[in-house]
């Protein structure tokens, strides 16, 4: 799984003067989903992962579900391999500790959980204009007959290996529906949520490995 997450250049004075006007709008736009995002406890998503390289040749499709409670960094994605529904790989976090599970090798790496700004949160995919980045409204795209609204995020961080992140947000749900990230190296990975579910009832032993779950798991401690 790749680590999240943007850009654009303004010339004249005429188009700067129509940017700043779409930035304010993108700022509306963003800061009202924010605001409904934090009223939950916890959410739960299905999304589907599609990871796009034209240059090389690559079109790889993959499903999973991520459950988090974001407020305090807690998270667990799964993946599951591309066209089946077993699982290839967890992160799980319970704020403290980070768990990636490799199935291929029957292996799961701890580590301390990077809680900073830079840290990897999945969770933050919700939250994730509000430090680091510049963002501008690009207009209205129709999709199956909904109307969503998009917004392109830059990060003011130019040795990120990203350029963009194309968020699109559903103008009437006032939900995230996809958010596209532009690599530096033509790749293009692209999580579109298939479901929300807002203020999913979850217990704390979901954000925490069970060790008895994994038979014959090999626990490797990179702390």
Request: glycine share 4%; charged share 25%.
């Amino acid at each position: 799984m790749k680590k999240l997450f943007i850009y654009i250049v303004l010339s004249t004075l005429t188009v700067a003067s129509a940017f700043a006007q779409k930035d304010n709008d993108a700022k509306l736009i963003l800061n009202r989903l924010s605001k409904q995002y934090r009223t939950y406890d916890a959410v739960k998503t299905d999304f589907t992962l599609t990871i796009d390289n034209e240059q090389a040749n690559v079109k790889q499709t993959q499903t999973g579900t991520l459950v988090s409670r974001s407020k305090v960094n807690k998270y667990k994605v799964t993946v599951y391999a591309p066209g089946k529904k077993t699982v290839a790989q967890e992160i799980i976090s319970d704020g403290k500790n980070q768990w990636t599970f490799l199935k291929d090798a029957n292996e799961v790496q701890l580590n301390v959980a990077d809680n900073s700004d830079e840290g990897f949160n999945p969770a933050k995919i919700f939250t994730i204009y509000e430090k680091g980045y510049k963002y501008i409204y690009t207009g209205q795209q129709k999709i199956a007959g909904r109307i969503y609204q998009v917004v392109d995020l830059t990060p003011e961080d130019g040795q990120k290996n990203y350029f963009k992140v194309r968020l699109l947000i559903d103008k009437v749900k006032n939900q995230l529906y996809s958010a596209q990230i532009f690599d530096k190296n033509g790749s293009k990975y692209t999580y579109t949520l298939r479901t929300f579910t807002p203020n999913y009832k979850v217990t704390d032993a979901t954000f925490a490995f069970n060790k008895k779950a994994y038979p014959g798991v090999e626990v490797v401690d990179l702390r």
